[in-house]
């Protein structure tokens, strides 16, 4: 369930820079076209042994020890722990429990979804969910797009109305079409005060790079609907070589 626990720097969102403890779970029922999920899968599970060390330990308890070991990776710098995958509301039960004694030492909790299971959310001290665009799939029908389309709408939409602090994040790619991007940004406005990540897909594996004069076309045009509430959050930790 668990694959990795390690401290590290938020690289991507509305919280970029900021430290973090990152709760690594296994799995995801989407394949978008720059995931590299499904390379991790295999992988043993693992603990970092030394907060920021990057060295790691296999670890076969982790579900067992994690409050544990959460204690153990924490630095005076810490801001959150991150529920991340894959996608981490498979596993929501056990999720639940964890948060809520994380939360119950002091601890908080910020989620990082896709958000296509609404009926599984719960309160996080903090959000993420990725809106899909329809060039992030390969052989994906119109109608299956718009099904997940809704569902992660309607997931910001639950968590703003828990009183998350829910922001959204949309990777765009060379060939996102900008007027695409910016009824995203028009669907959130109608939500309410919601944060929109630009993240510019990380050119790997073929995928080529967003061109500057397009990402800043599309962040002006998400700004009509959202103002100063769109950044540009390109994975810092790919180009630091974090993990
Ligand atoms: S939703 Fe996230 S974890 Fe799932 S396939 Fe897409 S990028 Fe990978």
Avoid: W
């Avoid at 982790?62 to 996608?87: C, H, W």
């Avoid at 060039?135 to 309607?154: A, M, N, P, W």
């Avoid at 990540?197 to 050119?203: A, D």
């Amino acid at each position: 369930m668990i694959s990795e626990v390690f401290s590290s720097i938020m690289g991507e969102g509305k919280y970029i820079g900021r430290r973090y403890i990152f709760i690594r779970f296994r799995g995801c029922p989407l394949r978008c076209v720059y995931c590299d999920e499904g390379i991790k899968e295999s992988m043993p599970s693992r603990v970092e042994r030394k907060p920021g060390s990057g060295i790691f330990q296999e670890y076969p308890y982790i579900e067992r020890d994690l409050i544990k070991i959460v204690n153990r990776l924490k630095t005076p710098d810490l801001f959150a722990v991150s529920f991340t995958g894959g996608e981490p509301l498979l596993h929501h039960k056990k999720i639940r429990e964890y948060s809520e004694e994380l939360r119950d030492l002091g601890y908080r909790t910020h989620l990082e979804s896709n958000g296509i299971y609404p009926e599984r959310l719960f309160f996080f001290d903090y959000a993420s969910i990725d809106i899909k665009l329809p060039e992030h799939f390969r052989d994906l029908e119109e109608r299956e797009y718009r099904e997940i389309y809704t569902l992660e709408l309607k997931s910001i939409e639950k968590l703003y109305s828990m009183g998350v602090d829910v922001y959204a994040k949309v990777v765009v790619m060379e060939n996102s079409i900008p007027e695409v991007v910016e009824g995203v940004a028009k669907d959130l406005s109608d939500i309410g005060d919601i944060t929109l990540c630009i993240q510019p897909v990380t050119p790997i594996r073929g995928i080529k790079a967003v061109p500057q004069e397009k990402l800043l076309e599309i962040m002006e045009l998400c700004g009509r609907h959202l103002g100063d509430r769109v950044m540009c959050t390109p994975q810092i930790h790919k180009y630091l070589g974090l993990l």
